[in-house]
């Protein structure tokens, strides 16, 4: 069983950066893609960054131009660059791998934007 092991986050002023990782704990079988979900408080899980194996980006709306997601293939772990952080964005941020089979998801991490 794969496990994914989040870090990163934390609080961070407006205007701020954060770069969150994900870490799998094994090879991953049948990948088709890496991505980060969110869930704000009363709101629903939404997708925000997903990276395919072949390195196809997808973006919501809210964040394009101001995160980046980015792989490592050779360490099984993907990363999120959050720019210009705003309270908006303050939410549990989940790993999760999309593949042929049970799909894989972190534990989740707290991102708080807040001054």
């Known amino acids: 069983q794969v496990q994914l092991v989040e870090s990163g986050g934390g609080l961070v002023q407006p205007g701020g950066s954060l770069r969150l990782s994900c870490a799998a704990s094994?090879?991953?079988?049948?990948?088709?893609?890496m991505g980060w979900y969110r869930q704000a408080p009363g709101k629903q899980r939404e997708l925000v960054a997903r990276?395919?194996?072949?390195?196809?980006?997808y973006y919501v709306d809210s964040v394009k131009g101001r995160f980046t997601i980015s792989s490592d293939s050779a360490k099984n772990t993907v990363y999120l660059q959050m720019n210009s952080l705003s309270p908006e964005d303050t939410a549990v941020y989940y790993c999760?791998?999309?593949?042929?089979?049970?799909?894989?998801w972190g534990q989740g991490i707290q991102v708080t934007v807040s001054s």
């Open positions: 999760n791998v999309d593949r042929i089979g049970p799909n894989y």
């Open positions: 094994g090879s991953i079988l049948k990948l088709i893609a």
């Open positions: 990276i395919t194996r072949g390195g196809s980006t």
